[in-house]
């Protein structure tokens, strides 16, 4: 088996990713890359460790050169409300960062797993049980770099028979690396505060529905479709994913089960709200069922029970 590179492995995704990578394939399967050294001592020494800007082809030439590449998670990206205070950056990384990806993927044979998003809709898709193939017609520089990202990992399957694979991910929730200047970080951040003040002031509505997933559900899909039967994928990129969906205010319910005095507060930040409101409230996937098995494991109660449970363990450790 060749080697697999990861891109943005100090990132939310990317820092578990790589350790579930190294502990299905081997240590030394598992080349990580960033232009941010790991704090983390596993994953900065856990096995192969290379800075790398996706930005820089000579980089990543310079890195194929060194390994055997023939599997690439590429995760560095800027997400949804960081995109929209700095829309050159956004496009640049998601948008460059993958070209330059795909470039090294056609010309070392490489497979390729590109992360889309619910940020891929807008306010014309049809927001409840959101189809795989629908209207999207996002309204900010993240949307927009997602789809172009999809249409451009579609182009290289067919034009170049690159072995592009893909989900749109909904907001991921996790008690490892933590997510930056995403829209749906609060569904991490209010585990946090909860364990920590037993309060938390949300910058969505209350009534706000987004899909989500468990970061567990989130790592099984990205290796179950790359290890997937390619002869099935009627789709290959873009896959609608799901675990979940939920308001702050049902989120809120469920975390006061295990913390009954914990309380919610609202300040609305308009710019995520907005974004929020043009994502879809859930999306229907079948055809990730259908054409690879997706299934997840995690609903919103266990998910907020392991959340709990493995956070006050590390602020345990960290104290
Ligand atoms: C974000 O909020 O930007 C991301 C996403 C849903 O793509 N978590």
Request: aromatic fraction near 10%; charge should be negative; glycine fraction near 6%.
């Amino acid at each position: 088996m060749k080697q697999i590179l990861v891109t943005g492995a100090v990132g939310q995704i990317g820092a578990e990713l790589t350790t579930a990578l190294r502990q299905r394939y081997g240590c030394e399967k598992v080349v990580a890359t960033d232009i941010r050294m790991p704090v983390d001592k596993d994953l900065r020494d856990g096995g192969p460790f290379e800075f790398l800007d996706v930005l820089d082809p000579n980089h990543i030439t310079r890195v194929m050169q060194i390994y055997q590449i023939g599997t690439i998670y590429h995760l560095a990206a800027v997400l949804s409300a960081i995109g929209e205070s700095r829309p050159n950056v956004a496009w640049t990384i998601n948008v460059n960062g993958l070209y330059n990806i795909l470039e090294a993927a056609r010309q070392y044979q490489c497979s390729l797993f590109f992360p889309s998003s619910i940020g891929a809709f807008g306010k014309l898709t049809p927001k409840d049980n959101t189809p795989q193939d629908t209207i999207q017609r996002p309204d900010t520089i993240y949307g927009v770099t997602k789809v172009a990202g999809e249409l451009i990992c579609d182009y290289y399957y067919k034009r170049f028979k690159v072995d592009t694979r893909g989900v749109r991910f909904p907001g991921l929730i996790s008690c490892v690396a933590e997510p930056g200047g995403g829209t749906t970080d609060y569904a991490v951040e209010i585990f946090y505060e909860a364990i920590k003040h037993k309060k938390y002031t949300c910058y969505l509505k209350a009534d706000t529905y987004l899909d989500m997933m468990y970061m567990p559900d989130a790592l099984r899909a990205m290796v179950n479709l790359m290890e997937a039967d390619g002869t099935r994928l009627l789709h290959r990129n873009a896959f609608n994913v799901t675990a979940m969906h939920f308001t702050p205010q049902q989120l809120a319910v469920e975390i006061r089960k295990h913390i009954p005095d914990f309380k919610i507060s609202y300040e609305v930040d308009p710019v995520r709200q907005e974004i929020a409101d043009s994502w879809p409230n859930y999306m229907d996937d079948s055809a990730a069922r259908a054409e690879w098995g997706w299934k997840p494991e995690y609903d919103l109660e266990m998910m907020t029970s392991d959340m709990l449970g493995k956070i006050r363990q590390k602020i345990a450790v960290d104290d």
